[in-house]
């Protein structure tokens, strides 16, 4: 049994950022920027973390990731997409822009959607 779901993680992060882009902004707002730090977190625990399918100590990265395959450069984008969108989100509402804040989380929520799931089934499916 994992510890946690990453892909429910991912989907509430997405929930989170999608509720982000529907709500008017405010000075708290800025909170918002750590649901993508979190799942970042958390994909780098998964993603360094044992794979449950072998179960002999090898992580996920050695086991799924192919030499030259595009499963180690999607996980990077990945990263560098939850930075982006924390950094962005955190910005734009302590600058009291609310329509940037409200893109950001729209585009924060599509690229956990479009990136960060495929990435987590990536380095899931056998």
């Known amino acids: 049994m994992q510890p946690f779901d990453p892909l429910g993680?991912?989907?509430?992060?997405a929930?989170?950022?999608?509720?982000?882009?529907?709500?008017?902004?405010?000075?708290?707002s800025a909170a918002a920027a750590l649901a993508p730090v979190g799942l970042a977190?958390?994909?780098?625990?998964?993603?360094?973390g044992d794979d449950t399918y072998r179960d002999d100590g090898t992580s996920?990265?050695?086991?799924?990731?192919?030499?030259?395959g595009a499963l180690g450069s999607l996980f990077v984008a990945s990263l560098?997409?939850?930075?982006?969108c924390a950094v962005a989100l955190a910005a734009t509402a302590l600058s009291?822009?609310?329509?940037a804040y409200r893109l950001t989380a729209?585009?924060?929520?599509?690229?956990v959607v479009l990136v960060v799931v495929p990435t987590i089934a990536g380095f899931s499916l056998n």
């Open 9 to 13: 993680a991912s989907f509430a992060a």
């Open 15 to 28: 929930l989170l950022l999608g509720a982000a882009a529907v709500v008017p902004p405010r000075r708290w």
């Open 41 to 48: 977190v958390l994909l780098v625990l998964y993603v360094a």
């Open 60 to 68: 996920r990265w050695d086991a799924y990731r192919s030499p030259g």
């Open 80 to 84: 560098v997409l939850l930075g982006c």
């Open 96 to 99: 009291r822009r609310p329509r």
């Open 106 to 111: 729209l585009f924060g929520a599509l690229a």
